[in-house]
T-cell receptor, first 120, second 113 residues
Framework: DTGVSQDPRHKITKRGQNVTFRCDPI?????LYWYRQTLGQGPEFLTY????????KSRLLSDRFSAERPKGSFSTLEIQRTEQGDSAMYLC??????????????????FGPGTRLTVL | QQQVKQSPQSLIVQKGGIPIINCAYE??????FPWYQQFPGKGPALLIA?????SEKKEGRFTISFNKSAKQFSLHIMDSQPGDSATYFC????????????FGKGTRLSVIA
């Protein structure tokens, strides 16, 4: 399977614990996005990377959240001191951003299956 | 502030019917409008997308209608099938720079035989 993969698929933790999720994008995709989806809502943007550089962070990304993409390939999302309000599906997506301002960036974002986090 | 408003929240149609899902946006800088389909336990998958220089786009049984002046766009599913039962999300983004997507809240579609 050459799509976006995420690990683990499910995580149950107790409030106050730290959790880390991993995303492996489609090979050669240079953009990687993290979204959060709560029940009955659409995905909400958290942060994204161009290669290893973190380009933008949403206001949703509190100080307890940190994301990395150290070698420009896989990414990790860590949540410290989890709260019940962190319970959600965490989605990763990747895309290929072509160079040049005139090149159409009509580039599809391919989503992974998500990691469902439950904080007790 | 919700930048993309989607309706209805849920929809039930008979097999062969034509469900219509509507979205409205506020940010005039948006210039790429995709629709995603999501099945339970799966991530969203791109269904069809449109740019505002056209008013309609068809791909198979799926059609997007776009009204730039009204800042509205809609998804029509022709000859709907039980396998189309899923949650559908409209989204928008500023196409320049492949920026993150802004999603609507979703429409849960049920197609009954």
């Amino acid at each position: 399977d050459t799509g976006v993969s995420q690990d683990p698929r499910h995580k149950i933790t107790k409030r106050g614990q730290n959790v880390t999720f991993r995303c492996d994008p489609i090979s050669e995709h240079n953009r990687l996005y993290w979204y959060r989806q709560t029940l009955g809502q659409g995905p909400e943007f958290l942060t994204y990377f161009q290669n290893e550089a973190q380009l933008e962070k949403s206001r949703l990304l509190s100080d307890r959240f940190s994301a990395e993409r150290p070698k420009g390939s896989f990414s990790t999302l860590e949540i410290q001191r989890t709260e019940q309000g962190d319970s959600a599906m965490y989605l990763c997506a990747s895309s290929l951003q072509l160079p040049g301002p005139l090149v159409s960036s009509y580039n599809e974002q391919f989503f992974g299956p998500g990691t469902r986090l439950t904080v007790l | 502030q919700q930048q993309v408003k989607q309706s209805p929240q849920s929809l039930i149609v008979q097999k062969g019917g034509i469900p219509i899902i509507n979205c409205a946006y506020e940010n005039t800088a948006f210039d790429y409008f995709p629709w995603y389909q999501q099945f339970p336990g799966k991530g969203p998958a791109l269904l069809i997308a449109i740019r505002p220089d056209v008013s309609e786009k068809k791909e198979g049984r799926f059609t997007i209608s776009f009204n730039k002046s009204a800042k509205q766009f809609s998804l029509h599913i022709m000859d709907s099938q039980p396998g189309d039962s899923a949650t559908y999300f409209c989204a928008a983004r500023r196409d320049s720079g492949n920026t993150p997507l802004v999603f609507g809240k979703g429409t849960r579609l049920s197609v009954i035989a």
